[in-house]
């Protein structure tokens, strides 16, 4: 199973930017779909982004279209978020996540997936 650490989170005000990154380990990380995932306080884990293995595919939540970029670079077993134009209710612990298909990612069911990071916490101050 591979095993996932997320980095990047902090403190930012409204308007700004973060990228988040997710390093890979302990299996073929080409051979992995992957996702972006946040939980707010008293919130379910709501899937945020998705890319395919090879990047060729892409899916946003409606909240973050047009301000968030999900991307991964292989050769560095690392997949990343940026985040742009950042909003208070973009506040939330951001998770990655990796299952084989890419539609189980896309489907956003957290207990489907098969490998979790521990989290970075991004908080966006109004």
Known sequence: ???????????????GSLRL???????TFSDYAMGW????PGKERDLVAAISWSGGGTYYADSVKGRFAISRDNAKNTVYLQ?????????AVYYCA???????????????????GQGTLVTISS
């Not at 199973?1 to 308007?15: C, F, I, K, M, R």
């Not at 985040?83 to 506040?91: F, G, Y």
């Not at 990796?98 to 489907?107: G, S």
């Open 1 to 15: 199973q591979v095993q996932l650490v997320e980095s990047g989170g902090g403190l930012v005000q409204a308007g």
């Open 21 to 27: 990154s997710c390093a890979a380990s302990g299996h």
């Open 37 to 40: 995932f946040r939980q707010a």
């Open 83 to 91: 985040m742009n134009s950042l909003k208070p209710e973009d506040t």
């Open 98 to 116: 990796a299952d084989p298909l890419y539609p189980t990612v896309v489907a956003g069911a957290p207990d489907a997936l098969d490998a979790w």
